[in-house]
């Protein structure tokens, strides 16, 4: 499967605790954003990387958020000290920028469903 | 502020009708518009895309339009199936900073009934 992928698919914490997901993009793609979706809701973004570098972060990505992408392949977002507000899907796309052609869309990963108790 | 609005928030339809998904907005500056499939606990999955200059796209049995003078555009689903069922989700992208920003709607959640 050449696609975005995510993992985990489903995670359950208690609040307090810490979580990571990881995202690996499709391998040719430099382009690779972070959204959340709740329940009912269209995804709202939270950040986005150009190869390795972190270029937009939204005013809903709260200090306890963090996301890095080391090598400009797969990227981590860790949620220090989760709370109950944190429960949603979190989606990775990636794209291919600034190649004619490729139209910059963004192609979604399946999703972290995160639970906080 | 952009926004995009969709309508109804949910439909049900028998397998084998058709129906009309709505999506109004209001993005500037306009780059393009995407409707999206996105079944249950899954990404969402770009079924057309379409610019300023385009009217209408197809691809199978889903067709979109869209009128850019009244920030208007609707997905037509023909001869629906039980697989249809779904969440369609509106998806507007705007040029800001560097990269191609993305509004999307609340979706209109389809269910096709046998």
């Known amino acids: 499967d050449t696609g975005v992928s995510q993992d985990p698919r489903h995670k359950i914490t208690k609040r307090g605790q810490n979580v990571t997901f990881r995202c690996d993009p499709i391998?040719?793609?430099?382009?690779l954003y972070w959204y959340r979706q709740t329940l009912g809701q269209g995804p709202e973004f939270l950040t986005y990387?150009?190869?390795?570098?972190?270029?937009?972060k939204s005013r809903l990505l709260s200090d306890r958020f963090s996301a890095e992408r080391p090598k400009g392949s797969f990227s981590t977002l860790e949620i220090q000290r989760t709370e109950q507000g944190d429960s949603a899907m979190y989606l990775c796309?990636?794209?291919?920028?600034?190649?004619?052609?490729?139209?910059?869309?963004?192609?979604f990963g399946p999703g972290t469903r995160l639970t906080v108790l | 502020k952009n926004q995009v609005e969709q309508s109804p928030q949910s439909l049900i339809i028998l397998e084998g009708k058709n129906c009309t998904l709505q999506?109004?907005?209001?993005?500037?500056?306009?780059?393009?518009l995407r409707w999206y499939k996105q079944d249950t606990g899954r990404g969402p999955v770009s079924l057309t895309i379409?610019?300023?200059?385009?009217n209408t796209k197809s691809n199978g049995r889903y067709t979109a339009t869209l009128d850019a003078d009244t920030k208007q555009s609707s997905l037509h689903i023909t001869a629906s199936q039980l697989s249809d069922s779904a969440s369609y989700i509106c998806?507007?992208?705007?040029?800001?900073?560097?990269?191609?920003?993305?509004?999307f709607g609340t979706g209109t959640r389809l269910l096709v009934s046998p």
């Open positions: 379409m610019t300023f200059s385009e």
């Open positions: 998806v507007v992208s705007y040029k800001n900073t560097g990269f191609q920003k993305l509004v």
């Open positions: 999506c109004n907005y209001t993005v500037s500056p306009f780059s393009n």
């Open positions: 990387f150009q190869n390795e570098a972190q270029l937009e």
């Open positions: 796309a990636s794209s291919l920028e600034g190649q004619r052609g490729s139209g910059n869309e963004q192609f």
């Open positions: 391998s040719e793609h430099n382009r």
